[in-house]
């Protein structure tokens, strides 16, 4: 079975700071790893991407993350956040195998002036 | 347009009702999910099409909820006898491929549905 788990429900940061969503997943195989961004009354959008090669990848408005094998996680991170980034982020898993895109319950991230 | 479209935005209707979510997918996407999302969850998976067939419709909760695909393009979620469970934002998704995939899904602005 997969899964995934976002131990945050909130995430706090100021603008211009770092900022850190983290996620952690469980495959039986070989995962393919995304992130997603919901913003309100909106769908969700596509941010990037895990599937092989290198372990970091980069997506859309400045974001990354970090694939860690030997921890099951793929935390998103941002250098320097901004006011605009505030929203709700979705990672999600999918066993090539399978189906279904397995999604954690999501972290809402605000960014304060 | 150019992304996924789904009618209606919001529907509210009572209990016991029978309700139709429709759903119009990228033009040449074989593939087509919905989800359910509820209030403070992630979304969660209820069927998926390859073309015209329900390749999975594992994540379906009981037998009042039915989904088709005709022509391998617009989809058709279907609520019989709702209930105030019921209550959520479905959403929609298409992708140029399925299984095996390592592709994104693209997903509608979803259909908010109140059951009263």
């Known amino acids: 079975a997969q899964s995934v788990a976002q131990p945050e429900d909130q995430v706090n940061v100021a603008e211009g700071n770092p900022l850190t969503v983290k996620c952690t997943y469980s495959v039986s195989g070989n995962p393919y790893l995304f992130w997603y961004v919901q913003y309100p009354n909106r769908g969700l959008q596509f941010l990037l991407k895990y599937i092989t090669g290198d372990n970091l990848v980069k997506g859309s408005y400045g974001f990354e993350a970090e694939f860690n094998k030997s921890q099951t996680s793929f935390h998103l991170k941002k250098p320097s956040a901004l006011v605009s980034d505030s929203a709700l982020y979705f990672c999600a898993v999918r066993d090539k195998t399978v189906n279904d895109m397995r999604f954690g319950a999501g972290t809402r991230l605000t960014v304060k002036p | 347009g150019a992304g996924v479209s789904q009618t209606p935005s919001n529907k509210v209707t009572e209990k016991g009702k029978y309700v139709e979510l429709r759903c119009d997918p990228i033009?040449?996407?074989?593939?087509l999910y919905w989800y359910r999302q509820s209030l403070g969850q992630g979304p969660e998976f209820l069927i998926y099409?390859?073309?015209?067939?329900?390749?999975?419709d594992s994540g379906l909760p009981n037998d009042r909820f039915f989904a088709v695909r005709p022509e391998g393009s617009v989809s058709t979620l279907k609520i019989q006898r709702t209930e105030r469970g019921d209550s959520a934002v479905y959403l929609c998704?298409?992708?140029?491929?399925?299984?095996?995939?390592?592709?994104?899904?693209?997903f509608g602005e979803g259909s908010r549905l109140t059951v009263l």
């Open positions: 099409f390859q073309g015209t067939g329900a390749a999975d």
């Open positions: 033009s040449g996407h074989t593939a």
């Open positions: 998704a298409s992708s140029p491929t399925g299984t095996p995939g390592n592709g994104e899904l693209f």
